[in-house]
């Protein structure tokens, strides 16, 4: 049959790429942060100075991203990127070219490839309606914007970051509606996708409740 696969999908800061690593830990499954594409191209476009408004520009650095994911760091031509890829300026620098239909077109091979024996685990805003529409399970995790402003100074300030509620909540605000009103590949959840409301579950909970929804299907 087809390799299983598992698609979260969800708003920024939901807690869905912490749920979907355990849940790809417990099953042995690869995993896919589909986020961390977008905040690559991201990082190449401000690293090279290229203008994020030149579609078929930032279209080319998608093309020929040299991206190797090993464990929890992502590298980009060698070079460690892991927390370069989470700062403020990459994270709204990727929700802007997300919405470039042709940058999207650019990654989806990319994204497709990492399906493989014996399955993946995969998080972002299209996994299950544009990559993987045939996933065995899409589940739609999302948590009231309170709480995941609230989980992310949290996170902030445990890093020892400098952080200001009210601006995170903004921001949170700023990229749901950039997200959730572009045109192609809006994050909204599927028809046939489990909504998984986080907001008063902890991590382990959710991860339960994936795993349950996926023994119920495979
Ligand atoms: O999930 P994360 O916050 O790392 O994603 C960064 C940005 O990349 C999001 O704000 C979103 O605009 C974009 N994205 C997307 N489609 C995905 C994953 C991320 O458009 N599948």
């Given at each position: 049959g087809t390799i299983p696969v598992i698609t979260i999908d969800g708003p920024s800061a939901s807690g869905k790429g912490t749920v979907a690593q355990i849940v790809a830990r417990r099953l042995a499954y690869h995993y896919l942060d589909s986020g961390a594409l977008y905040r690559l191209v991201a990082l190449v476009a401000i690293r090279s100075n290229?203008?994020?408004?030149n579609e078929s520009a930032i279209t080319n650095l998608a093309l020929h991203l040299d991206v190797n994911f090993d464990g929890s760091s992502v590298r980009l031509n060698g070079e460690d990127v892991s927390d370069a890829l989470r700062s403020e300026q990459c994270s709204k620098l990727a929700s802007i070219i997300a919405g470039q239909s042709a940058v999207r077109a650019a990654l989806l091979q990319r994204q497709r490839a990492f399906r493989q024996s014996p399955g993946l685990v995969t998080d972002g805003r299209d996994m299950g309606s544009a990559?993987?529409?045939?996933?065995?399970l899409k589940i739609f995790l999302t948590a009231s914007a309170e709480e995941r402003a609230r989980r992310r100074y949290k996170q902030l300030i445990e890093k020892g970051i400098n952080a200001n509620m009210q601006s995170i909540l903004q921001d949170i605000y700023e990229r749901d509606t950039r997200d959730s009103n572009?045109?192609?590949?809006?994050l909204r959840q599927e028809v046939d996708a489990k909504l998984l409301d986080t907001?008063?579950?902890?991590i382990e909970d959710a991860v339960n409740e994936v795993l349950r929804l996926h023994n119920a299907v495979c």
């Open positions: 290229t203008d994020c408004a990559v993987f529409p045939d996933a065995s572009r045109d192609i590949s809006p907001t008063f579950l902890s």
